[in-house]
């Protein structure tokens, strides 16, 4: 499937990588995954120095984690998006966490496939932006994501705030997904045209004239009004073809505060051509 440019950043520990149950055993803390309610679970039973030292201390810890059983599942529903998938997870302090956590997504076969890539790093937020979606356990990660812009889904864990979607998380991940993904789309900026400037105010020039008439009609009317109103200051009165000028004149003065702004640039010959169109008393009609 091809990728479209929305980014689904995945989380790893706690959304695809059972990083609590591997620590419960791999400190030997009395409890079992089901009682864990906060990502401190440890303090009440040892020091966060003691917990990390024995995390370090346990060969391949990172690269043996069970992975979830609705991996499968989300994996699926993910790459069905036809997003760029790209896990991001963050590396604790000890040097090995990192290497083996590449070595757990190739050891469960999702990296490199389907367009898969990784990202590691604390600050999630760095990659905050209106077309990324991140997945994370983390209360506080999914909101600093959403604060600088992203979107963000805080995956149904019992230890963070949506414990209570639990019971039908993939159903909870799944309509979320799909609602960002329309809200992406919804917000996508407009396409950039593909008709050059002039072919687009040719075009713009003939739909005006089946509005307002023919450029000769429609000036003349315009710069009659102008004369009558301004008589006393004129010392002739306006033809035509000045009006377009004048309106070429607006353009350039508009061009000054926005010179990126499209529609001027398409107005410019679009009142050239339009003043072609209304020769001076006494000179020939062109052609249209």
Not at 2 to 14: K, S
Not at 63 to 75: F, Q, S
Not at 208 to 233: C, D, M, W
Not at 249 to 264: E, G, L, M, Q, Y
Request: hydrophobic residues 40%.
């Amino acid at each position: 499937m091809e990728r479209n440019e929305i980014t689904i950043l995945l989380d790893m520990d706690g959304v695809v990588a059972d990083f609590v149950g591997g620590a419960i055993e791999a400190t030997g803390l009395p409890m079992k995954a089901e009682d864990v309610r906060a990502w401190d679970f440890f303090d009440a039973h040892m020091a966060v120095d003691d917990f990390w030292e024995a995390i370090a201390d346990t060969p391949g810890f990172w690269r043996k984690l069970d992975k979830y059983t609705w991996v499968a599942e989300l994996w699926q529903l993910l790459n069905d998006t036809g997003c760029n998938i790209v896990f991001a997870s963050s590396p604790c302090a000890d040097p090995k966490s990192a290497a083996q956590k590449l070595e757990w997504l190739n050891g469960v076969g999702l990296m490199g496939h389907g367009g898969t890539n990784y990202m590691l790093g604390h600050n999630k937020w760095l990659m905050a932006r209106r077309d990324a979606i991140l997945i994370d356990d983390s209360d506080w990660q999914v909101r600093d994501f959403r604060r600088r812009g992203g979107h963000a889904i805080l995956f149904p864990q019992l230890w963070n705030n949506n414990r209570a979607q639990c019971s039908t998380r993939m159903a909870f991940v799944r309509a979320a997904v799909k609602r960002y993904l329309a809200e992406i789309q919804q917000q996508a900026p407009t396409p950039a045209p593909t008709e050059d400037v002039l072919t687009e105010a040719t075009r713009v020039v003939q739909e005006r004239g089946s509005n307002y008439g023919h450029p000769r009609e429609h000036f003349a009317r315009t710069v009659g009004q102008i004369n009558s109103l301004f008589a006393h200051k004129l010392r002739e009165p306006f033809e035509p073809h000045e009006w377009a000028q004048m309106m070429i004149a607006d353009k350039n003065a508009r061009i000054v505060n926005n010179p990126t702004h499209r529609d001027n640039w398409v107005d410019i010959p679009g009142y050239s051509n339009c003043g072609h169109q209304c020769p001076p008393d006494g000179g020939a009609d062109h052609a249209d």
